[in-house]
């Protein structure tokens, strides 16, 4: 009976230590979003919700292990009443500021994914709904340093054609067709893309720009991150 005793606590112990491997293995990240803009933005967040942020302020969100399409933003030009509803000029999220749904282009995009393939975080920056904020996507933690870095004047030299209140569209938004959306069969980049690319390398520019944009930014499951809006 003592040696059965045993046995059921050694196994319940590793069963226990499994479990807590896992757990800590596969923890949520932290993300903390700062705004250094000269004017206020409202943050965004997918999941996550929103936030208003002045110059200088900080939101944290938490997002569980295993997240997966998630992504961030700045929106900018809002007005929202006392129950959080409202619209934005740029990032606008069905006109609430608490954001349950993507935004609306243009908008500067950080995206990620927590503990993919391999208990790997993959996270990208994506010009492909366009630009409104600068923005630096860099993990905290982990020994894992890459960041990504979009400052580029892509507002100021917009083409005429992509032009949008308070921001740049990408040619997707405005054209609409399989050349610029990518929506059957592989495409390319175009000149539209090599405007954001030329300005913004480790940036998404179109659809399928996987080999510059994704691949190379990956870190261990549990890393922290932060979204520098103007840094």
């Not at 923890?27 to 803009?37: G, P, S």
């Not at 409104?132 to 004047?153: E, H, K, Q, W, Y």
């Amino acid at each position: 009976m003592q040696t059965m005793t045993f046995f059921k606590s050694q196994s319940l112990s590793l069963s226990l230590l499994i479990t807590l491997h896992f757990l800590t293995s596969t923890r949520a990240a932290t993300i903390d979003i700062t705004n250094n803009c000269a004017y206020t933005v409202w943050a965004a967040a997918f999941p996550g919700g929103g936030q208003q942020l002045d110059q200088g302020q900080t939101w944290t969100i938490n997002p569980p292990a295993g997240t997966a399409g998630a992504r961030v933003w700045a929106r900018t030009g809002c007005n929202f009443d006392g129950s959080g509803r409202g619209g934005c000029q740029t990032g606008d999220c069905g006109g609430v500021l608490q954001c349950t749904a993507y935004g609306q282009a243009p908008n500067t995009l950080a995206e990620y994914r927590l503990n993919g393939d391999n208990n790997l975080d993959f996270y990208d920056m994506s010009l492909v709904d366009g630009f409104n904020v600068p923005m630096d996507f860099s993990p905290t933690s982990n020994g894992c340093t890459r960041g990504i870095r979009c400052t580029a004047d892509i507002n100021g030299q917009c083409p005429a054609e992509l032009r949008a209140p308070g921001g740049c569209n990408g040619p997707c938004t405005v054209f609409k067709t399989d050349e610029y959306c990518c929506n059957s069969g592989n495409c390319g980049p175009t000149n539209y893309s090599k405007f954001f690319k030329d300005r913004c390398p480790d940036a998404y520019s179109y659809p399928q720009d996987d080999r510059t944009s994704t691949v190379v930014f990956t870190c261990p499951g549990g890393t922290n991150y932060k979204v520098v809006f103007c840094p």
